[in-house]
């Protein structure tokens, strides 16, 4: 039996008890008054595939309007890079899409079509990267077992009159405050809450035995997910006030927690590649640049390797009015030395941009510049899914005043999914540069990205009328991007 089990079947569990996507405790649920967020999707009775499409959309633009994301494009790659890792296992070809919600609690969330939530809170609380994996695992398997709809299809039976997109709403206040989001749910409605809690439980013990051989397939440690659980569940024992979200959300009894480990003690012992330092250096960044009011070093020198601990000093550089040249010279080596991933040559690019951002007697930094470009090509060709590289060096050229430069870095490193930050950084590129059409499509594009249809369409317009003032500059550009921007939209409505 796995360690951590066995010291918390030796202890007494706290009674808390949970629902599936959403906490339900009946004396708050009839309480509270819910403002439900307006996801501006159709209000279908029906859950069909198209339907759930749709949904997906609306609940992107949602994410992307009325929640607090993430933007940081390194933290938003890493996230990615896991969890397509992850989903490329889940035995079913659709689409996941994963974003990251700035929010302390540790807490994740599936939404309708394939859609994924992980809270910054989440990153910092995980040990491993196979304990990150373990909960991006679970959620994904809500998706494949189609919880949602099944979810939904329950209520129905049992005689509710809640629509779609109210469960949808209930999801995306529910990430903020759980009883909020059921309360939403239900309306007001007495259910049987007896009922809805069996229903849920039954949801998450599938999305455990789903998401373990999933978490399995895909090369990380199968005890991972009953380690972080139970180490949770540990920790939060003796203060009940302080019970972490994904607790709420995810009830912890003794019995789901063997029943995690018996799962991934009937898998075969995987060789288990080494730990990814990418994980010690995202933990870094979100700790010190989220937080820069309590810059220090979060870790003691010794339990940091020698590139890490420059990653931090670096980090907290960055973080400072007037920052130094201190401490690039381990960054440049250790961004030479560094294939499997590109966080130190972005953080090189970041600081020499910073650097010249807040000098006015600066040094030389060609030798810096040079190895960092040289890298950044280096990676930005291997790393396709990734954005941040061909950010940071948008904004590198940018400080050199070199625009045009920016521009073609980024129209050569297009990216299919994900593009929000790149046509946005395209758009204030074009704006610096005073060409006020071609800012507006490119706003519009990264708005059609999130399937902020509405937002998208006024920007359009706004480019129109640009052009038609200049006598039509940009007629070819404007006609040739209506063209693509219209097919985009066509295969996102099909
Ligand atoms: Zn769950």
Known sequence: MHKTLNFL??????????????????????????????????????????AEKKFGQAFTRSLHTEFKLNQDPEINDYIRQIGHKVAMHSGQNREFSFYVIENDSINAFAGPNGV?????????????????????????????????SRRYLYNSTQGTTTSVATLLAAILIGMVDPNAGMAALMGGQSLNIEKQLKNSRQHENEADYV???????????????????????????????????????????TNRLIQA???????????INPPSEQLSLIKIRLNQLNSQRNWHLNRTKGELSKAEHCYQLNTIELTKNNSSIKHLNCLLKASNEEFTHPLYTNLLLERITDLKIENKNLPDLTIYEDAAIKMAKLHDSIY??????????????????????????????????YSFALENKLAEIYDLMGVQALAYLHQATAQQSIFNFERSKHFIDEAKRINDKNNGTHNEEIQKFLTKYEDTFKKLSD
């Open 9 to 50: 079947l030796s202890q007494k569990l706290p009674a808390i008890f949970f629902s599936a996507l959403l906490i339900l405790t009946p004396s708050k649920v009839l309480s509270d008054a819910i403002h439900l967020p307006d996801l501006g999707a159709p209000d279908l009775s029906l859950y069909t595939p198209e």
């Open 116 to 148: 994924i939530g992980i809270h910054t809170g989440l990153i910092k609380a995980v040990k491993t990267e196979a304990e990150l994996a373990s909960v991006i695992a679970h959620e994904i398997a809500h998706i494949t077992q189609q919880h949602l």
């Open 211 to 253: 998401g373990i051989k999933i978490l399995y397939d895909a090369g990380f440690n199968a005890h991972a997910m009953a380690d972080f659980f139970g180490r949770l569940a540990d920790e939060s024992r003796n203060n009940e006030f302080q019970i972490p979200e994904i607790l709420r959300t995810h009830p912890m009894s």
């Open 261 to 271: 480990e018996n799962r991934a003690n009937n898998l075969l012992p995987l060789k």
């Open 384 to 417: 396709t899914q990734r954005i941040a590289t061909s950010v940071f060096v948008a904004d590198l050229f940018i400080q050199n005043q070199r625009p045009t430069q920016a521009i073609k870095w980024l129209s050569n490193h297009k990216r299919e999914k």
